[in-house]
């Protein structure tokens, strides 16, 4: 069963814009993390969130913590063509598996 | 090699046709992980290995499904009299005892098509 859900599903800006995407997820948490897939590849960690951790940076990203909604936000500043792939959200509640979201489909528009 | 290495990386078989699929996780990484994603979709959490033992085995989608970890280290799922709905790209992953509860490292992943 899927824990986190992304929202928008599909997203598409032009460059130099910011692009902000959203996790709603249903259980208590340990951590939550996002990955980014290019077409056809594997998936790449970008980001880990704790569940005592509200808000924390990586270069472009920032990623957003609040788990009395149990949500999360990731925005990618400044976006770029390369920035271009499918971005999701990944739960950790303690049972050894990363549940993850269905994705956001971001496409950044020269 | 540096990654965890999938093979093969394309395969295309026959309704009812049995089909292994390999992952060599990175060295010294004792969790591994496999996950099926149809088109479009997220990921579909399969089955988990601590070691050579799968404690999660809770994701496999019927008995005609099976997985199998030797050493620590190689991976087999193996899919037998393999259905249509079978098709999608099966990614496995694996991370460090270090960094439980972490970053998962993947896969390019391994497409099946099931005619």
């Known amino acids: 069963s899927q824990q986190g859900e992304e929202d928008p599903q599909a997203l598409s800006i032009q460059e130099g814009e910011n692009a902000t995407m959203n996790c709603s997820y249903k259980t208590s948490i340990n951590n939550l993390q996002w990955y980014r897939q290019n077409s056809g590849r594997g998936l790449v960690h970008l980001i880990l969130?704790?569940?005592?951790?509200r808000e924390k940076h990586s270069g472009r990203l920032r990623v957003t913590l609040d788990t009395s909604k149990k949500s999360s936000s990731l925005l990618i500043t400044a976006s770029r063509a390369a920035d271009t792939a499918s971005y999701f959200c990944a739960t950790d509640s303690g049972s050894e598996k990363l549940v993850f979201g269905k994705g956001t489909k971001l496409t950044v528009n020269p | 090699g540096a990654g965890v290495s999938q093979s093969p990386s394309n395969k295309v078989t026959e309704k009812g046709k049995d089909v292994e699929l390999r992952c060599d996780p990175i060295?010294?990484?004792?969790?591994l992980y496999w996950y099926r994603q149809r088109l479009g979709q997220g990921l579909e959490f399969l089955i988990y290995?601590?070691?050579?033992?799968?404690?999660?085995k809770s994701g496999l989608p019927s008995d005609r499904f099976s997985a199998e970890r030797t050493g620590e280290s190689v991976s087999t799922l193996t899919i037998q009299r393999t259905q249509q709905e079978d098709s999608a790209v099966y990614l496995c992953a694996s991370s460090s005892w270090s960094t439980r509860g972490g970053e998962l490292f993947f896969g390019e992943g391994s497409r099946l098509t099931v005619l």
């Open positions: 060295s010294g990484h004792t969790a």
């Open positions: 969130i704790r569940s005592n951790e």
């Open positions: 290995f601590q070691g050579n033992s799968a404690p999660d």
